[in-house]
């Protein structure tokens, strides 16, 4: 009788901790997009438009960033005089790389979009996320390079996770970590936020850091941001690749 009574008292211990970790990852998750602005600020930008640099190794290359609800980008990186794209339309992810000998559009494929699609999405992973059938768990506080954060995990509708990394004193974001498979390897790939600015009342990281397997990739700065400015549908698409130069015929 007191084994199952003690069995009954553990079941209810675990289902109201349960309980209450879930209250208590809603309630960071609100104080988080407070930070950020607060959803009717972070939903009143239809459009953006981010003027940077970003800086690969030793190159210094100007970047130009269109987005546009619902989860459309696109990314030009100018390159020894060559424009690089990688685009999003809400469907197809595709990129245009001229130095590699073709100015032909061609699809990305699946794991490589992730990064893009993720930044296409201007509310972020924590509005709305239940209504896009995610999930969040709250995993705890951690320290990084000697900053208390919040750990935050988002488990996806379709089943892939990322973590989310807040200050625990000020509640902005300072990482954010996905997995992506390449070449048949699982490479864990970091974006590091910082020197937020507010632009019409939302705050923005004007300096990101990408990492792929703990080594740096990309550094970008903003140098300028346009919110709600017109922007066409028809600046997301994949362009029609051209059509084969037909031989000319021979005479008989």
Avoid: H
């Amino acid at each position: 009788m007191i084994k199952r009574m003690m069995l009954v008292f553990f079941v209810l211990l675990v289902l109201v901790s349960g309980n209450v970790y879930a209250e208590k990852a809603d309630e960071i998750v609100n104080k988080c997009i407070k930070a950020m602005g607060g959803v009717e600020k972070i939903k009143a930008i239809k459009t953006m438009q981010i003027m940077g640099k970003s800086f690969q190794g030793a190159m210094e290359l100007p970047v130009f960033v269109q987005i546009k609800r619902p989860d459309k980008i696109r990314v030009e990186a100018t390159v020894q005089e060559q424009v690089v794209i990688q685009a999003f339309d809400g469907t197809n992810a595709w990129q245009i790389i001229p130095f590699l000998g073709s100015n032909e559009p061609n699809i990305i494929s699946e794991e490589d979009a992730k990064f893009l699609k993720m930044q296409a999405d201007i509310d972020g992973p924590l509005i709305d996320y239940k209504k896009k059938g995610n999930s969040i768990e709250l995993v705890g506080e951690e320290d990084m390079e000697g900053t208390p954060v919040i750990k935050l995990k988002v488990t996806l509708k379709n089943g892939e996770t990322e973590n989310l990394y807040f200050d625990a004193e000020n509640y902005m974001l300072l990482k954010r970590s996905i997995k992506i498979m390449k070449q048949e390897n699982e490479i864990q790939v970091d974006g590091y936020y910082s020197d937020y600015k507010e632009v019409d009342g939302v705050m923005l990281p004007y300096t990101s850091e990408s990492k792929a397997g703990g080594r740096t990739i990309s550094l970008f700065t903003i140098e300028d941001v346009k919110m709600n400015k017109e922007i066409d549908d028809a600046v997301f698409a994949m362009p029609p690749k051209s059509k084969p130069k037909e031989e000319p015929s021979e005479k008989k």
